[in-house]
């Protein structure tokens, strides 16, 4: 982490294309806020570009995708590969929604650090993330 983020990690979460469910998402903002961690909610239908600008100019740690439309084999992988592009190597990717586990081992072969399904422990992301950040130092 750079000497400006070392008391707090700053953390994306974003939603990604078409899906208008976002009460996941805010409740995962809520908790990494009360965790300690700065957290920028994007809001809904968020293009991959936009959400790479957002993760730039917030000079975000990580980033946590949140869908529910079925799109992420498509908008993962494009964020990703967006973020590369920019030269932005030390940002955690995450994901989270529904997604079936066939399609987690795509994901983290196009760079997704880890992805998280309906009923993962508030806690297990909060903890993920932390040593995540700390890990990309």
């Known amino acids: 982490m750079s000497a400006a983020t070392q008391t707090k990690i700053r953390v994306v979460v974003a939603k990604p294309g078409l899906d208008g469910h976002d009460r996941g998402a805010k409740i995962?903002?809520?908790a990494l806020r009360d965790a300690g961690m700065e957290v920028i909610y994007t809001g809904l239908h968020q293009t991959p570009e936009q959400i790479v600008?957002?993760?730039i100019?917030?000079?975000a740690d990580a980033v946590g995708l949140s869908i529910?439309?079925?799109?992420?084999?498509?908008l993962v992988p494009r964020i990703v590969e967006l973020l590369r592009e920019q030269g932005v190597d030390d940002v955690l990717v995450t994901a989270g929604g529904t997604i079936p586990a066939e399609d987690v081992?795509?994901?983290k072969e196009a760079g997704v650090a880890e992805v998280?399904?309906?009923g993962t422990p508030t806690q297990a992301i909060i903890d993920f993330i932390t040593e995540g950040v700390r890990t990309l130092d």
Do not use: N, Y
């Open 116 to 118: 998280f399904g309906p």
């Open 105 to 107: 081992p795509v994901l």
């Open 28 to 30: 995962i903002a809520r």
């Open 57 to 59: 100019q917030e000079d």
């Open 68 to 74: 529910l439309s079925g799109a992420h084999l498509t």
């Open 53 to 55: 600008e957002t993760v």
